[in-house]
């Protein structure tokens, strides 16, 4: 589990006018590592991160939803004390990143992070998305190949890459079904789960775990709920599915006509989408690597931990055949 402290030493910036620190505690502590807060203008908006390390191999993660930079506390630390420097957002419209009233597709998404980087003045960076975070990842490494080293893909799917179909519609002749919450969205949904957010959100921290697992930790899940339970919050997650079949699946179609040569890792669990993101990965990379977790639900990091460390830091030591 990691351990978590804040401290208020001044936040540090790159000396550009599009990065600022933030008006609040300006750094956090995990497992012993150092996070500096900042915000950057990018894309339209003010978006959030932290940031750690000493500056030397970049990696950019990108969490799902339910989810926040606190999403990434398990890895943080790990990252920073094996040389990496994590660049962790807070994407459109979760934790202290601006709501907007559109650019949820996650070819955007991906743009915003792209600006950021940029502003932060890395060249070339690694990239782990859990989730929804997935999508935005693939979208990165698919509009910027020559900037991207390696990919982690962790427990989801792709809208729009074969495969996807059966996770998003079900399949009847196995008599199963699709998640409900995937097409829940707009006016109706935001007024019945208005004042009722927590209860919406734990089925996510509850229900997608397998039986004896670790879950998020509460803190964590005390943090999303009160994110989420501020005024344009769960708006904007809704629309993060909306743009699944809006655009996100066109988009990625589009991607797939030219792979990846980069390495790429997908890693899920056994009782959730670690089969299905597998065999997508042999439609959109050409040096797919694969892990399925057993006795494993969608909450990979926490559910099984260190051998999610492991599996990250032993891929992301792969020479890249692409570049």
């Known amino acids: 589990m990691s351990t978590i402290a804040w401290s208020g030493r001044t936040a540090i910036s790159r000396k550009h006018p599009a990065i600022s620190p933030p008006a609040e505690q300006s ?5 012993g590592a150092e996070f500096i807060h900042g915000y950057a203008c990018v894309n339209g908006i003010r978006l959030h991160y932290l940031m750690g390390g000493d500056g030397e191999h970049p990696i ?56 950021l980087i940029t502003l932060l003045g890395f060249k070339q960076v690694d990239i782990v998305g859990h989730d929804m975070g997935l999508i935005v990842a693939y979208a990165y490494a698919a509009l910027y190949p020559d900037e991207t080293k390696h990919i982690v893909l ?11 179909e059966t996770a998003y519609n079900g399949n009847p ?39 004896g697992n670790d879950k998020v930790p509460d803190t964590v899940r ?29 988009d990625n179609l589009e991607f797939a006509k030219n792979k990846l040569t980069i390495p790429l890792l997908t890693i899920g669990g056994d009782h959730s989408r670690g089969k299905t993101l597998a065999e997508q990965a042999l439609h959109i990379a050409t040096q797919p690597h694969s892990l ?3 006795n494993t639900g969608h909450w990979v990091l926490e559910e099984q931990t260190q051998a999610t460390r492991d599996a990250i830091l032993a891929f992301l030591m792969i020479k890249n055949d692409g570049q």
């Open 27 to 31: 750094s956090v502590v995990v497992d």
């Open 60 to 115: 950019l993660l990108v969490h799902g939803f339910p989810g926040s930079w606190r999403s990434w506390e398990p890895l943080m630390g790990t990252l920073v004390h094996a040389g990496y420097t994590p660049v962790i957002p807070d994407y459109r419209g979760a934790g202290a990143t601006d709501v907007s009233a559109s650019g949820y597709d996650k070819k955007s998404m991906a743009h915003d992070l792209h600006e």
């Open 154 to 164: 962790m427990d989801g799917f792709i809208p729009g890459i074969p495969g996807w």
């Open 173 to 211: 002749a196995a008599g199963t079904t699709s998640k409900w919450h995937f097409r829940f969205f707009d006016k109706t949904a935001i007024g019945m789960i208005k004042g009722h957010e927590k209860t919406y959100l734990d089925m996510f921290f509850d229900d997608f775990v397998f039986e």
């Open 222 to 250: 005390q943090a999303l709920v009160e994110d989420y339970s501020r005024p344009g919050r769960m708006e904007a997650a809704f629309k993060l599915y909306a743009a699944w079949v809006e655009n996100d699946a066109n």
């Open 292 to 294: 399925t977790l057993i």
